[in-house]
């Protein structure tokens, strides 16, 4: 779901030869065993993963020199 994140901040995006991809690794606590507690709790972590690699691009791109 973080590569959603690219698709807002870069324009185009998934072109065949640019080589936009994401790597993600989390430790913490498991998500819930109630299934639609989980499926709420992995959009949550999703969206805020898309949200944060979006930011990260604009700030990279607005303090590159």
Avoid: E, Y
Avoid at 8 to 30: E, M, Q, S, W, Y
Avoid at 42 to 61: E, K, M, T, Y
Wanted: charged fraction near 25%; proline fraction near 5%.
């Amino acid at each position: 779901m973080a590569q959603d994140g690219l698709a807002r901040a870069i324009r185009p995006v998934h072109t065949p030869l640019d080589g936009d991809i994401v790597f993600a690794v989390a430790k913490g606590r498991p998500l819930t065993s109630d299934l639609m507690d989980r499926c709420v709790q992995l959009a949550r972590i999703g969206s805020g993963a898309a949200d944060c690699l979006a930011r990260g691009i604009a700030r990279a791109v607005f303090h590159a020199r």
